[in-house]
């Protein structure tokens, strides 16, 4: 993957829900990531615990060519949101076990 390229996230909202591939996903300092699903919406993702940015933003919007660069080391759990027209579908909510897995970041150096 050439250096420039980011690291793209898909969530899938159908069985097997959460992250598809390897989890936590393995990026490099300073490498961007985009995160996707192929279900219409809006999605959010937002951080559970501690956040992979300097400035300490945990939830960001989501979609096709938004990218964001991780600047901290660590790993990174999140939760998804995606909201259909109102309809809200939520993986990775540590406050409801029975939303699923979500998504984590493993930041190396």
């Known amino acids: 993957m050439p250096a420039d390229s980011p690291e793209i996230i898909i969530i899938s909202y159908a069985p097997p829900k959460g992250q598809v591939g390897t989890r936590p996903r393995k990026v490099r300092l300073s ?15 937002e951080f559970t615990g501690e956040s992979p940015f300097t ?24 939760k998804c949101t995606l909201n259909q027209n109102g309809t809200i ?3 990775g909510d540590p406050a409801d076990p029975a939303s699923g897995i979500g998504g984590e970041l493993e930041v190396g150096c």
Do not use: C, W
Request: charge should be positive; charged fraction near 30%.
């Open 89 to 91: 579908l939520e993986l």
């Open 31 to 45: 490498q961007a990531f985009e995160v996707r699903t192929n279900l219409p919406g809006d999605m959010s993702i």
């Open 55 to 78: 400035n300490g933003t945990k939830k960001l919007n989501v979609g096709k060519d938004k990218r964001f660069t991780v600047e901290k080391a660590g790993r990174f759990p999140f």
